[in-house]
């Protein structure tokens, strides 16, 4: 899923990376152990995603489900697009189910992955319908829709009117307060693997890692500054292969910087569920749309880290390996 920024421009970071920096400095130093002072949630959008560049669809759930389960992670909630499971036929509810009765949470992604400023307002909402019928034959499902590519309307009638649907459904809005851009890694991979470059998984397990550490203190920044106050976050990242090699090592060292994972339903139980930001710029999550509002620069409202050059630098520079000569890159093994 890509997510929709209102400003096309490279981000320019200002202060907010300079005490990001230090921030991560001083909670990533080697064995350091420290209080939870904050909390985050895992949501996994997309689900159920086809085969991968490295797994097929029926082997990363079960990973993915094994490496929460290391994890300690009671809960995560997965937002199921409805359209992939149909796609996929019974294994598709198949995976749906094992991910329920593993204890996670199921939430409405939508049926068809729709940008809402490309649609009727009528059509997506019969979109999001048709999710709702497909998704209660499945137990554990919650009352949360995540908007695809975040893109909760560039119009101001057309955002509320979709605000109103929800309401007159019961659905609360399953927004993000801290974004990866774990979609754009895979993406990377997929290219090393079809160019027949070889893929340091080691590297990629550090760099997919770095990417999450650095986007949740850069929003827990980004809030505290805005709001005053560090919420329970909900952290966005994808039913991809990376999650299942990566996701257990991602807690791990979220809670090594202080974050303590807490159940994504608790998370949507923060004060700021209730806070609607009147603005359009909401492609970037709640905290981002929040201090949208209060003021903070546009240049500060998005981590250096969701950036296609600044990604794809460090991925060349760092997990891309030529293979050797007449070697063939093997990046399942």
Known sequence: MRHLYLRAAPPTPGHLLVAVAALIVAACAPDREMTPVREIAITIDDTTLPDGPLFDGEKRTRMLID??????????????????????????????????????????????????????????????????????????????????????????AKRDRLRAA??????????????????????????????????????????????????????????????????RHVLLLHENDLAALFIDDAVAALRRAGFRVIRATDAFDDPIAADEPDTLYLGQGRVAA???????????????????DYL??????EVARLPDPGHVAHLHE
């Open 166 to 231: 929800l309401a007159e459904r019961g659905l609360r809005n399953g927004y993000v307060t801290v974004g990866t851009w774990d979609w754009f890694l895979v993406s990377l991979v997929s290219e090393a693997q079809s160019q027949g470059i070889d893929v340091s998984m080691d590297a990629l397990r550090d760099l997919y890692v770095d990417i999450f550490v650095t986007s949740a203190e850069y929003y827990d920044e980004l809030a505290r500054q805005a709001l005053g106050r560090s919420p």
């Open 67 to 156: 490496a929460l389960a290391n994890a300690g992670v009671d809960e995560a909630m997965f937002f199921v697009t409805t359209g992939n499971v149909e796609q996929a036929g019974p294994a598709g509810d198949a995976r749906i189910r094992a991910y329920a009765e593993a204890g996670h949470a199921l939430a409405n992604h939508s049926h068809s992955h729709l940008w809402l400023h490309e649609q009727d307002a009528d059509d997506y909402i019969a979109d999001l319908d048709r999710a709702i019928a497909r998704l209660a034959r499945f137990d554990n499902v919650q009352p949360y829709f995540r908007f695809p590519y975040l893109d909760e309307g560039r119009e101001v």
């Open 312 to 317: 794809r630098a460090r991925f060349d520079a």
């Open 290 to 308: 929040l201090a949208h509002v209060a003021g903070v620069a546009d240049e500060d409202l998005r981590s250096p880290t969701e950036n296609a």
